[in-house]
């Protein structure tokens, strides 16, 4: 089946992009240590044209599972379907319809963006006439490095290269793994927003990521694995009201040097002598209360704001704490982790 064939104009179009089914993968015993079950019968439907996240610490089975789907590593047991093609009934058609991008960049640095794209839908077997190779060079912003050699490239210059190498060959299922590890602030949106342009024209995207607010940002659904299991997959909306905790920051008309008495019940923290950090659950207390209560101590509020629950909230309570890839965004100027050359 050649490789442009598989797109999302298709006819009988699947209503899940990816979908697995009891997928578990045993690693042999090593040495001294045991047989590692590295995926536990994981159950997973990701819906077509969504913008999926899947998270969990180091160890948790995600490398497995891309290596599954990228036909690199061969499961033990259960089924893994591309676009309704299963992997190892249809290996090929799988390997078409689907594109990953991975954490390392692997390309050869004698060859030019052009080239090296040219190769790659060749490999695909997409006819001269049907390539794409500037089209997508121009997407990502190396049109005018199109005869660079790779070497001269950027760090930040190479992974957006690596993410049109995924496309070449226009498949309807994008992998993206850890796309924006090391790249500095002004590079990571400009390639939020390739990746939301490709899934409006409907690519459907999975996006693996330790940076949780890249998550919240991007993904309409999230799944968290931990241990070889998922552990929640459930829309971000949804998952983001499951911890039933909020903040709510006071700032005060006199200075304290201890929280109020009437705010006993409450979770109180006196970060400055003017500002009042009290912690509470929607569900059971009430945001009035807490204001009458500085009320009834004849305290005047100056400003307030509240802090909702966010990902890393629900991600430390589902992993009891696991947090081996948890990260934040760095600020503006400044690269995350890894040794990539950020310069754009």
């Not at 090296?116 to 997409?126: C, F, K, P, T």
């Not at 121009?138 to 190479?158: P, T």
Request: net charge negative; aromatic share 4%; charged share 25%.
């Amino acid at each position: 089946m050649p490789a442009h064939a598989a797109s999302p104009a298709a006819v009988n179009l699947p209503a899940h992009a990816v979908e697995l089914r009891g997928l578990t993968k045993i690693y042999s015993p090593t040495g001294k240590a045991g047989p590692k079950h590295a995926l536990k019968g994981i159950d997973l439907a990701i819906p077509r044209g969504s913008l999926f996240g899947l998270l969990g610490p180091n160890g948790a089975g995600k490398s497995t599972l891309i290596n599954i789907l990228a036909g690199l590593v061969n499961k033990t047991g259960g089924n893994a379907l591309i676009w309704g093609h299963d992997t190892e009934e249809a290996p090929r058609a799988a390997r078409a319809s689907i594109g990953i991008v991975p954490q390392e960049l692997n390309m050869d640095p004698f060859f030019t963006p052009r080239e090296m794209l040219e190769l790659q839908a060749g490999l695909y077997g997409v006819p001269k006439r049907d390539r794409r190779t500037d089209e997508l060079l121009d997407a990502v912003g190396l049109l005018d490095k199109a005869d660079a050699h790779a070497r001269s490239l950027s760090g930040g210059m190479k992974r957006r290269l690596m993410v049109a190498k995924a496309m070449v060959h226009s498949p309807p299922v994008l992998v993206l793994d850890e796309p924006t590890a090391g790249v500095d602030v002004e590079l990571r949106r400009h390639l939020w927003d390739y990746v939301r342009e490709l899934n409006r024209r409907g690519t459907t995207v999975l996006l693996t990521t330790h940076y949780l607010q890249e998550a919240e940002e991007l993904c309409d659904t999230i799944a968290i694995i931990n241990h070889g299991q998922v552990v929640a997959c459930e829309p971000t909306r949804t998952l983001l009201r499951r911890v039933d905790a909020k903040a709510l920051t006071v700032l005060l008309d006199r200075d304290l040097t201890a929280p109020p008495a009437t705010l006993e019940g409450f979770t109180v923290e006196l970060a400055e002598p003017r500002r009042l950090i009290v912690r509470y659950q929607p569900s059971r207390q009430r945001v009035d209360a807490i204001l009458a209560a500085l009320s009834a101590a004849g305290l005047g509020i100056v400003d307030l704001s509240t802090e909702e629950s966010d990902l890393e909230d629900i991600f430390l309570q589902l992993t009891g704490g696991a947090h081996g890839e948890l990260g934040t965004l760095p600020p503006s100027g400044e690269s995350g982790t890894g040794s990539v050359n950020d310069a754009a």
